[in-house]
């Protein structure tokens, strides 16, 4: 590990203007790639105190040996030479998105002499021109079936093209009418090419002039009485309607753009992308990479941008491009996309309409990429053993932790407080063992003690089990019942059969937090007399492992499977946690005076308020005006009044723009 100190530029030696910057190991390989508008400013960051540093920065900074720098005159000459760098030395502490060579494109050869329509990956080639890309290849295979009967442009291979030609017959999709079958010479190269063109405008988003030729060649064979060729214009013009609404018409204005948003945790960030082109989304994709650096959101869109369009150029690059966050240069960015298309680019974050509403759907894509890329990693025998094996090993424990139990405390403010615990076995949620608390022990906000107090009823109730089954000499003191326990028989199940809640005790108790819930968890096991039950808690900041009584973390490669697993883990519980809180306060939320009256059931309750209209309405209402709804009797009806007349009736509503005091006649949920 080298010291920062000893590579550290003298300030002088470092110039205050735009460029860009290489750390490179011991080996002289480049490890990371940055630039800055003022390389003197920027790197000063690098050589502060490593405490100060971001622990992905810090770890950079230590395995760097050395810096070196290039001064440019423009910010955008510094942006096209940072992706040109990270592109040749591939530096191991840059983000980097993998590659997206193996998404499908719609591609038209117009650098043939008989273009020719296929499905195309990899690079792009000069003189194609390309559409999508697509999810799926048999999504383009779909929408040029449909095509064809409009377009017969060719689709066929090299070798079929020449075979056919040699022997003068064309191949099947020139006989059923799918190909202007140029191979045999039905149609000439320079009518070929004009039919792949129009094909390429169609696709493009110039829709509506074909499909009104069409329309009118319709109407002409039928005054005609051409009907077998109105007939087949009618079904043609269907196909385009169908291919059409496969792109459904998502901006009104026609808009060529791109729209990119992101989803990120602190190890990961999910990219997804839609091409709208002619107002309708023509293509599709999207990554998951590794937060190698500490970037923001602004940081993750500029290196999206870099991968999207460092190679692209003219149309390629779309006239507006839509973002979650402007990068931290956006007028620089938005000048190297100009560059690259040609003409201006517009780059924004879209505030309100169509915009804004189709970039949350693209952020709900990249939601979901990212859990089915966490679900995917998660499920694999192999990568959740290893993940395991490097938890134990980090941890110091003397075996895989193969049933780990995790805590954490929700509220909102100090009230409604409660707390959950989620169990993963072998690596995977067992959710039929999640459990639920309410911390009954004091009152308002104390995450120490609340975890102190949810950690020992856990485990009172395991050693109150223990007790039962005989597996255990001494009796537990001041056994805490957790809300719907019900007793357990000592065969190891409840009396109603089920296997009992807390009779099973993990290897391993994870809390979210640092060093004071940890040592609360800990003092709690302790009290109870239990030492043979790993604790430890990841906090969410930098996703540090905290352990018992160490003064420092154990800090977990950002490539680790242990330390995703334990994250997954740790954002499981939080998410149950926030759930139970969240129901808890709607619940209290929707009290009313009646939920206390014994034998209302919710029947009643409903046909009272829906037959007065409000609670204000049923307290002014007399015992036989209540008693006239269908089912209520007298003694009921009494109660009903005597519980609205001790109860305080709920303060006025205030107009606060004129100060009037506003009767509510309006429905309050019972």
Same mark, same amino acid.
């Given at each position: 590990?080298?010291?920062?100190?000893?590579?550290?530029?003298?300030?002088?030696?470092?110039?205050?203007?735009?460029g860009?910057?290489?750390?490179?190991?011991?080996?002289?390989?480049?490890?990371y790639?940055?630039?800055?508008?003022?390389?003197?400013?920027?790197?000063?960051?690098?050589?502060?105190?490593?405490?100060s540093?971001?622990?992905?920065?810090a770890?950079?900074?230590?395995?760097?040996?050395?810096?070196?720098?290039?001064?440019?005159?423009?910010?955008?000459?510094?942006?096209?030479?940072?992706?040109?760098?990270?592109?040749?030395?591939?530096?191991?502490?840059?983000?980097?998105?993998?590659?997206?060579?193996?998404?499908?494109?719609?591609?038209?050869?117009?650098?043939?002499?008989?273009?020719?329509?296929?499905?195309?990956?990899g690079?792009?080639?000069?003189?194609?021109?390309?559409?999508?890309?697509?999810?799926?290849?048999?999504?383009?295979?779909?929408?040029?079936?449909?095509?064809?009967?409009?377009?017969?442009?060719?689709?066929?291979?090299?070798?079929?093209?020449?075979?056919?030609?040699?022997?003068?017959?064309?191949?099947?999709?020139?006989?059923i009418?799918?190909?202007?079958?140029?191979?045999?010479?039905?149609?000439?190269?320079?009518?070929?090419?004009?039919?792949?063109?129009?094909?390429?405008?169609?696709?493009?988003?110039?829709?509506?002039?074909?499909?009104?030729?069409?329309?009118?060649?319709?109407?002409?064979?039928?005054?005609?009485?051409?009907?077998?060729?109105?007939?087949?214009?009618?079904?043609?013009?269907?196909?385009?309607?169908?291919?059409m609404?496969?792109?459904?018409?998502?901006?009104?204005?026609?808009?060529?753009?791109?729209?990119?948003?992101?989803?990120?945790?602190?190890?990961?960030?999910?990219?997804?992308?839609?091409?709208?082109?002619?107002?309708?989304?023509?293509?599709?994709?999207?990554?998951?990479?590794?937060?190698?650096?500490?970037?923001?959101?602004?940081?993750?869109?500029?290196?999206?941008?870099?991968?999207?369009?460092g190679?692209?150029?003219?149309?390629?690059?779309?006239?507006?491009?839509?973002?979650?966050?402007?990068?931290?240069?956006?007028?620089?960015?938005?000048?190297?996309?100009?560059?690259?298309?040609?003409?201006?680019?517009?780059?924004?974050?879209?505030?309100?309409?169509?915009?804004?509403?189709?970039?949350?759907?693209?952020?709900?894509?990249?939601?979901?990429?990212?859990?089915?890329?966490?679900?995917?990693?998660?499920?694999d025998?192999?990568?959740?053993?290893r993940?395991?094996?490097?938890?134990?090993?980090?941890?110091?424990?003397?075996?895989?932790?193969?049933?780990?139990?995790? $805590?954490? *405390?929700?509220h909102?403010? +100090?009230? @409604?407080? =409660?707390? /959950? !615990?989620?169990?993963?076995?072998?690596?995977?949620? &067992?959710?039929?063992?999640?459990?639920? $608390?309410? *911390?009954?022990?004091?009152? +308002?906000? @104390?995450? =120490?003690? /609340? !975890?102190?107090?949810?950690?020992?009823?856990?485990? &009172?109730?395991?050693?109150a089990?223990?007790?039962?089954?005989?597996?255990?000499?001494?009796?537990?003191?001041?056994?805490?019942?957790?809300?719907?326990?019900?007793?357990?028989?000592?065969?190891?199940?409840?009396?109603?059969g089920?296997?009992?809640?807390?009779?099973?005790?993990?290897?391993?108790?994870?809390?979210?937090?640092?060093q004071?819930?940890?040592?609360?968890?800990?003092?709690?096991?302790?009290?109870?007399?239990?030492?043979?039950?790993?604790?430890?808690?990841?906090?969410?900041?930098?996703?540090?492992?905290?352990?018992?009584?160490?003064?420092?973390?154990?800090?977990?490669?950002?490539?680790?499977?242990?330390?995703?697993?334990?994250?997954?883990?740790?954002?499981?519980?939080?998410?149950?946690?926030?759930?139970?809180?969240?129901?808890?306060?709607?619940?209290?939320?929707?009290?009313?005076?009646?939920?206390?009256?014994?034998?209302?059931?919710?029947?009643?309750?409903?046909?009272?308020?829906?037959?007065?209209?409000?609670?204000?309405?049923?307290?002014?209402?007399?015992?036989?005006?209540?008693?006239?709804?269908?089912?209520?009797?007298?003694?009921?009806?009494?109660?009903?009044?005597?519980?609205?007349?001790?109860?305080?009736?709920?303060?006025?509503?205030?107009?606060?723009?004129?100060?009037?005091?506003?009767?509510?006649?309006?429905?309050?949920?019972?």
């Amino acid at each position: 590990m080298a010291d920062p100190s000893s590579y550290r530029p003298k300030p002088g030696q470092i110039p205050d203007s735009p460029g860009v910057y290489k750390f490179r190991d011991e080996h002289r390989r480049v490890i990371y790639v940055g630039k800055a508008k003022s390389l003197r400013q920027r790197l000063a960051n690098y050589f502060q105190p490593l405490t100060s540093l971001h622990p992905r920065t810090a770890t950079m900074v230590t395995t760097a040996a050395s810096v070196e720098w290039t001064v440019v005159s423009t910010e955008v000459e510094a942006l096209q030479l940072e992706y040109s760098w990270i592109k040749e030395f591939d530096p191991r502490f840059n983000v980097k998105y993998r590659d997206d060579k193996s998404y499908p494109y719609l591609a038209v050869t117009l650098n043939e002499e008989f273009p020719r329509v296929q499905v195309m990956r990899g690079h792009k080639k000069k003189g194609v021109r390309y559409f999508g890309p697509y999810a799926h290849a048999w999504a383009i295979r779909e929408t040029v079936d449909l095509m064809l009967r409009v377009f017969p442009v060719r689709t066929c291979s090299a070798g079929v093209f020449r075979n056919a030609a040699s022997a003068g017959r064309p191949c099947l999709l020139g006989y059923i009418g799918k190909c202007s079958a140029p191979c045999v010479g039905r149609v000439s190269a320079e009518e070929h090419r004009e039919l792949a063109e129009e094909f390429c405008d169609f696709m493009a988003g110039r829709t509506g002039t074909y499909l009104r030729r069409l329309e009118k060649q319709m109407m002409i064979a039928a005054e005609d009485m051409e009907y077998e060729k109105a007939a087949r214009l009618r079904d043609d013009i269907g196909a385009l309607r169908k291919a059409m609404e496969k792109n459904a018409v998502v901006l009104a204005d026609a808009t060529d753009a791109d729209l990119i948003a992101l989803a990120e945790d602190e190890l990961e960030a999910a990219v997804q992308i839609f091409h709208v082109r002619g107002g309708r989304v023509r293509g599709q994709r999207g990554w998951v990479t590794d937060k190698v650096e500490a970037v923001d959101t602004a940081g993750l869109v500029e290196h999206a941008l870099q991968q999207l369009y460092g190679e692209e150029s003219g149309d390629a690059v779309p006239k507006e491009v839509l973002v979650p966050a402007l990068p931290e240069d956006a007028g620089a960015v938005s000048a190297w996309l100009s560059g690259r298309r040609g003409s201006q680019v517009s780059l924004r974050v879209p505030q309100r309409g169509d915009k804004k509403d189709l970039m949350e759907t693209v952020a709900r894509n990249a939601q979901q990429a990212l859990v089915l890329h966490k679900t995917k990693r998660a499920s694999d025998l192999t990568t959740r053993s290893r993940a395991l094996e490097e938890i134990a090993e980090a941890l110091d424990l003397d075996a895989a932790p193969l049933r780990i139990e995790c $805590f954490d *405390i929700s509220h909102l403010q +100090g009230e @409604d407080v =409660v707390a /959950s !615990m989620v169990v993963f076995e072998d690596g995977l949620p &067992r959710k039929s063992e999640y459990r639920r $608390f309410q *911390i009954k022990g004091f009152e +308002g906000q @104390d995450d =120490v003690r /609340s !975890m102190h107090e949810v950690i020992s009823r856990r485990f &009172r109730r395991y050693l109150a089990e223990k007790e039962k089954t005989g597996e255990w000499g001494v009796p537990a003191e001041g056994g805490g019942r957790v809300d719907g326990e019900v007793p357990a028989d000592a065969d190891g199940r409840d009396e109603d059969g089920r296997p009992k809640r807390f009779a099973y005790p993990p290897q391993l108790v994870v809390v979210d937090g640092g060093q004071p819930q940890v040592a609360a968890a800990r003092r709690a096991l302790d009290e109870l007399g239990i030492d043979d039950i790993a604790v430890c808690g990841l906090a969410k900041r930098l996703e540090e492992v905290w352990l018992p009584g160490e003064d420092d973390p154990v800090v977990l490669p950002r490539t680790s499977e242990g330390l995703y697993l334990l994250q997954r883990v740790r954002d499981t519980a939080h998410d149950f946690a926030i759930r139970y809180q969240r129901s808890k306060r709607s619940k209290r939320i929707r009290t009313s005076p009646l939920d206390a009256i014994p034998g209302l059931g919710e029947t009643r309750k409903q046909a009272l308020i829906k037959h007065f209209g409000s609670v204000k309405r049923l307290r002014q209402a007399t015992i036989e005006q209540i008693c006239e709804v269908p089912g209520m009797g007298r003694k009921t009806a009494e109660a009903v009044a005597v519980a609205l007349a001790q109860a305080a009736p709920a303060a006025p509503a205030v107009n606060t723009a004129t100060g009037e005091i506003m009767e509510d006649d309006g429905g309050t949920t019972a």
